[in-house]
């Protein structure tokens, strides 16, 4: 028994208001307060009420994966309508759970168990009825729900109990009481009913560690690396998907004695950052796609100013307001290239929820190191999604710290801010530094600041801003490209960036499972981009693969552009992240039809 | 204002000299047109600062994109010259990341109502303890002289042939309404009482506006010139009570008059004194104090 590895996969499907997220979120604590491991991601539509569609799935393994699952092994429909579409992502004898006495007759056609198919093993429970019985109302349908999942799989009892008090924690005593006895309810009726699938839950893996382990999404990753890298100031503007960053550091920061301040814009946003960043301090703004258009002038302000700041940016649907609850990776091209003029900056895209803390806390080391803006790009699916993940005991972060205006220097030569290096990183004076009094300005300078626009001086002043970016390829604590997989000479590499790196690597090992040989790669640091590891990767695959959540292929341009590599792309714009099986078609068809059939064979 | 004894050059550098305020001035020379207002402002400036005493590594001065926007460079204090329209909110970030810093920002009237107007209600009621020094000269100088949203109606620039047709904005209403804590008005050509202005304006703890009206000498030969500035303006009445917004409301809508002199001053607490107090609620220390004499 103990050598069960459980992978389950359980899908929520339910109306705004059905309480889907809600019952999605007590899963992911429950078991990961047991001790699972857990990935999950929400849907939801843009508007607060209505109708509209939610689904939260959960993957819950006992080992390491990158992504949600392909398939659904449990699919829970809260509401018909909406849960018919999901019926075909149920993998074959997974199971279906289904209201099957909902309050009022179900139209013909459509009711959920009519369209389920051969293999597919249906549950019906009456929700209601449960509910109504075990809390005299109905609106615990929910957690009836959940319960019976508990009860049905034998999941531990306590940990959801634990989960759910904890969820209402700030709420009555009573809707506490009344969500236990739901969830009782239906995990009694769970227990008694015979199961006809062969699911199993084994135990989870190393429970000592497990304890160490926090389950959090890529936004909370990211203020947690904030908080630990010491941020000092954060300004910015609501936005979805990355408005929660804000909101938690609106908590967490004034305890920290840290100052956070929402602005009129984002363009004030990114202006006051700038603004902390030339006075010294650690500061940050978060935003989305079009307040990250709006932020681009003073970006290539602090390119040329040479300002430390760090701007997050969680991409969604575009352009202009776009899909702003569904996901995409569309926004490579204005993290990378945005604004006017040649404003080389730092961009990090963090592949995973711990990538989002690293990225984070580095991301504030770098901006100090290079004196410049650094983005951290992420995207709805990552901003949202959950992981398990470990975190050291003492954070890796460096305290703040820059190379400092030379103490020695003589006192009748004035200070140069930006004084051409060897590396290209100048002694930086703050405000309130003796001494270090100068003007930083967005006009074309000499090295001490005065506005200079001869040829000579605008080359040397470009190369070094340029030039100083170079080491961040070396910056210790961060992986800038990782090769995973096969080594040496592949017939696939599947090459990736941000998100899409848990699904390419998912597609990657099944594809190795047909016998393809293959490898991915993730990108991390796409500006600078670490050229020559992607060009070593480029020369040992025979075919490569670019997948991306957007159109043309942005991240497929940017390396085509600078390696002049022809790659096979990869595009999806569904606003959801990609189909594993899609993507396995895809490496199988690059691979060749007949070599991964031999091979499979 | 009539010279009544000469004065010798060598008399006014003496003076200069030994005024104390060229500590305060670069050694960079100021690329701005002769008789220009804003050589009164950097006099000002410059005399405020010496008198109130403040470490040169204790100033900041931001300015946007204008004819301000060399400012900072003439200055011997930290400098930032920014974007256009994105002085105030980048004072504020300098602000809040230092609280010891005494900010300055400079800045013309269409880098502060034109592009910059959506920050000005902001930085007024949320009371960011910087100051703002608006230079008034109904025009945009640095691009050669077209239409700004202080423009007199009927006034022909290049871009306005057939005559402005925009009714010009009343900023000392508007700063009043937006909840500013200081607001007042100086004239170029009247230099000691604009330094004066400056000195109240840069010791005020809070948002401190000071608007400054001036010609431009060079591409307004006929509007908004000294000499019909130097009819116009009137002190503030004796009377005048600066603690009230009514009162004070009153005298900037009399615009045919441009009165003179601290409108409105009113102590209440800065920004950074709500952010400290959050820290203290959420119960952390915070980091940085506001210091300032």
């Known amino acids: 028994m103990n050598s069960v590895q459980t992978d389950v996969q359980i899908a929520v499907c339910g109306s705004a208001g059905d309480g889907t997220i809600a019952v999605g979120d007590i899963l992911k604590r429950a078991m990961a307060r047991a001790g699972y491991r857990v990935i999950a991601f929400d849907e939801y539509p843009a508007e607060i009420r209505g109708f509209g569609k939610c689904i939260a799935r959960t993957r819950i393994t006992t080992g390491q994966v990158y992504s949600m699952k392909p398939k659904t092994d449990v699919l829970v429909a809260l509401n018909d309508g909406h849960a018919i579409p999901h019926v075909s992502e149920v993998r074959d004898f997974g199971a279906v759970i289904y209201d099957s006495a909902p309050i009022a007759a179900v139209q013909e056609g459509w009711h959920v168990s009519g369209h389920l198919r051969p293999g597919h093993l249906p549950y019906g429970l009456p929700m209601r009825e449960i509910s109504e019985q075990s809390t005299s109302a109905n609106r615990s349908r929910n957690i009836v729900a959940l319960g019976f999942v508990a009860g049905l799989y034998r999941l531990p009892r306590q940990a959801f109990i634990e989960a759910i008090t904890e969820k209402f924690r700030t709420k009555a005593e009573e809707v506490t009481k009344t969500n236990v006895a739901a969830f009782n309810a239906g995990y009694e009726r769970g227990g008694e009913t015979y199961r006809f699938d062969k699911l199993e839950f084994g135990p989870p893996a190393r429970r000592a560690r497990s304890s160490l382990s926090t389950m959090m999404t890529g936004n909370h990753a990211i203020v947690r690396g904030c908080l630990e890298a010491g941020i000092e100031t954060f300004f910015g503007y609501p936005i979805t998907p990355a408005t929660s960053i804000m909101e938690r550091l609106a908590v967490e920061m004034p305890k920290h004695g840290a100052r956070l301040l929402q602005t009129e814009d984002e363009i004030a946003a990114i202006s006051a950052t700038i603004g902390a960043g030339f006075a010294g301090a650690r500061s940050a703004t978060a935003t989305s796609g079009p307040g990250f258009a709006l932020m681009t002038e003073m970006m290539g302000l602090g390119v040329m100013a040479e300002v430390p700041a760090v701007i997050f940016v969680s991409q969604r649907g575009g352009p202009s307001t776009g899909m702003p609850t569904k996901t995409e990776q569309s926004d490579l091209n204005i993290a990378v290239f945005g604004g006017h003029g040649d404003a080389k900056r730092i961009v990090l895209a963090p592949t995973n929820v711990e990538g989002c803390w690293r990225c984070a806390g580095r991301a504030f080391e770098m901006a100090e190191a290079y004196q410049v803006p650094v983005v951290v790009l992420v995207d709805l699916y990552l901003s949202n999604r959950y992981e398990t993940v470990v975190f050291p005991d003492t954070p890796p972060f460096l305290p703040k710290s820059w190379k400092p205006m030379h103490r020695d220097r003589q006192a009748d030569l004035p200070y140069r801010r930006f004084e051409l290096t060897t590396d290209g990183v100048s002694p930086r004076a703050v405000p309130g530094d003796v001494g270090g009094v100068h003007t930083a300005t967005g006009l074309e300078h000499n090295e001490f600041g005065r506005p200079n626009d001869l040829s000579d001086m605008h080359l040397q002043m470009t190369e070094k801003r340029h030039g100083k970016l170079n080491a961040a390829l070396k910056h210790p604590g961060i992986t800038v490209c990782k090769r995973f997989g096969d080594t040496g000479k592949v017939d696939v590499g599947v090459l990736t960036w941000g998100s899409t790196f848990g699904e390419a690597l998912e597609a990657t090992i099944l594809a190795r499972e047909d016998g393809i040989r293959c490898a991915a790669m993730k990108v991390v640091m796409l500006s600078p981009l670490p050229v020559r590891p992607i060009l070593r990767f480029l020369n040992d695959c025979k075919v490569v693969v670019v997948p991306e959540l957007n159109y043309e292929g942005q991240f497929a341009n940017l390396i085509s552009g600078a390696l002049g590599r022809p790659v096979k792309r990869f595009n999806r714009v569904t606003g959801k992240p990609i189909d594993v099986i899609q993507l396995l078609q895809a490496i199988r068809g690059a691979a060749g039809k007949r070599k991964w059939r031999k091979s499979a064979a | ?293």
Request: aromatic share 8%; glycine share 10%; net charge neutral.
């Open chain 2, 1 to 293: 204002m009539s010279i009544e004894h000469p004065v010798y050059l060598e008399d006014k550098l003496e003076q200069i000299r030994t005024s104390g305020r060229l500590h305060y001035r670069s050694k960079s020379l100021p690329t701005w047109c002769p008789g220009c207002g804003y050589y009164s402002m950097t006099e000002g400036v410059t005399w405020a600062l010496n008198e109130i005493g403040t470490a040169n590594e204790d100033v900041v001065v931001v300015s946007g994109i204008g004819c301000a926007s060399r400012f900072p460079f003439f200055m011997e204090t930290y400098g930032f010259h920014t974007l256009h329209g994105r002085t105030l909110p980048v004072a504020t970030g300098i602000k809040l990341a230092n609280e010891n810093l005494t900010v300055i920002v400079v800045g013309g009237d269409g880098d502060g109502f034109a592009i910059g107007g959506g920050h000005i209600p902001h930085v007024a009621r949320r009371n960011v303890d910087i100051t703002y020094l608006l230079f008034d000269n109904g025009i945009y100088g640095l691009t050669k002289g077209q239409v700004s949203p202080t423009s007199a109606l009927g006034f022909k620039t290049p871009t306005s042939p057939f005559q402005n047709q925009d009714e010009p904005l009343n900023p000392l209403a508007m700063l009043l309404a937006y909840g500013s804590s200081w607001v007042g008005q100086a004239y170029a050509g009247r230099p000691d009482h604009l330094a004066e202005m400056i000195r109240g304006a840069i010791k005020h703890r809070g948002f401190s506006y000071l608007h400054i009206l001036s010609p431009c000498v060079t591409f307004d030969k006929t509007d908004r010139t000294y000499r019909r500035l130097d009819l116009e303006v009137r002190d503030l009445p004796d009377n005048h009570d600066s603690r009230d917004r009514l009162a004070a409301m009153s005298e900037a809508s009399t615009t045919d008059r441009p009165a003179l002199g601290v409108f409105y001053n009113e102590q209440r607490r800065t920004l950074g004194d709500a952010l400290d107090a959050v820290v203290e609620k959420a119960g952390g220390v915070p980091r940085r104090l506001a210091v300032r004499q």
